[in-house]
């Protein structure tokens, strides 16, 4: 076993272009288009492995590349690390392009991937015209495709249509990818509308609304750094734990990524909690200021709120903290 993990980790990176999105979405023609494309193609020995069949099928008679050898994987628990590093080793890939099934977990093929195996692109294609259905009934499944993609692409876009609804779903899953709008013409537009923070971050107190915890929380730990000696101010629960020192407290709240399902609580480190009558579960507003620095309760330098003012404050109108 030693022996071959230490071969596993002399082995070079083998990079991964992933293409995610439902059924028909349009992943199938721009792989072909992106294979047909001499600039992507300078002889590289390819791999594609297809893990949904659509009505469009390759045309590898068109590839601008000719070594690219396609395996077709239709079961979910067949997608293993054995398997793929056999097709590995069979087709001699320098490179592997992976056009996945939007009915499975990203986490399904990450945990399947080889350890030199690296995703260095991703894009999420949907049909514009069915993607706001599949929001809604598959909003897990939805969420899981945009939150680690690089480009989100909407095809069969009606111009005339206002982009804010589809603009507003992948941004409550990921802010820095990029949109593209393709129409039934193939003219594409990239989304350019800016999304400025709801709280002021320039000011001498930030200021969170209850509705903004969800967004605050996830710049906080997009953009520590730039929080490093900033006040703060905000209504969160308390929660306490006899391996927390004196006057140390987790403050936060329950938060949902993307649906019921996946509702944790958000919490952060507070110190300098005088308050003896504040107990668990209390909802509590504070101000703190942060510092970015090691503490036990986190795995790596965190922020760590140095509580100013604290006192027992009213429930949020909506405990569970969200996106929208």
Known sequence: MQADLREDAEQEQLPVYLFTGFLEAGKTRFIQETLEDKRFNTGERTLLLVCEEGEEEYNPARFACKDVQQRVLEDEDALTQEQLAAWERETGAERVLVEYNGMWMLDTLYRAMPKHWVVCQEFFFADARSFQSFNANMRQLVYDKLQSCDL???NRFDRKADVMPWHKIVRGANR??????EDTNGR???DEIEDPLPFDKTAAEIVIADRDYAIWYRDLNEELKSYNG???RFKAQVATSDELEQGTIIVGRQMMNCCAADISFAGLVAVGCTRADIADGDWVEL???IRVEKHPAYTQPGPVLRI????VAEPAA???ATFY
């Not at 820095?176 to 709008?181: H, L, Q, R, S, T």
């Not at 100013?308 to 006192?311: M, P, T």
């Open 152 to 154: 989100a692409v909407f």
């Open 176 to 181: 820095g990818c990029d949109i593209a709008y």
């Open 188 to 190: 594409v537009r990239y």
């Open 230 to 232: 900033k006040t703060v």
């Open 287 to 289: 101000t703190a200021s």
């Open 308 to 311: 100013r003012e604290i006192g």
């Open 318 to 320: 909506e405990p569970v």
